[in-house]
């Protein structure tokens, strides 16, 4: 498990690296900013709230109904109740801007 996370902090670094390097600023800052951004929109959609960001996208909370799910080991039906989940829905700009790439389309070729 140990070695998962050591993965994910190096792909995060990457990203933070490659996004600093974009605009000039220092690593560091560019990684604070992020990380106050996602712990923003985690603690905003906690309360209930939705959030749009113009050209890239909203973060919502989506209803799931109450049903009845099965513990397999105990082979006894539980009932799972009705919660929210968060989702995310590209904005228009967004989807189009990755249809019309043609990086995407050789990653995923190969």
Do not use: C, W
């Not at 799931?64 to 099965?70: D, E, T, V, Y």
């Amino acid at each position: 498990m140990t070695e998962i996370l050591r993965k994910i902090e190096k792909r995060q670094e990457a990203q933070t690296s490659n996004a600093a390097t974009m605009v000039e600023v220092d690593k560091e800052i560019v990684g604070q900013v992020l990380e106050d951004f996602f712990n923003v929109v985690k603690d905003k959609m906690a309360e209930g709230n939705n959030i749009y960001i113009r050209r890239f996208g909203s973060f919502v909370n989506k209803k799931r109904a109450s049903k009845k799910g099965r513990d397999i080991s105990r082979g006894e039906i539980i009932p799972i109740p009705e919660h929210f989940i968060p989702s995310f829905k590209p904005s228009k700009e967004f989807v189009e801007k990755i249809k019309g790439s043609d990086k995407v389309r050789l990653i995923n070729e190969n």
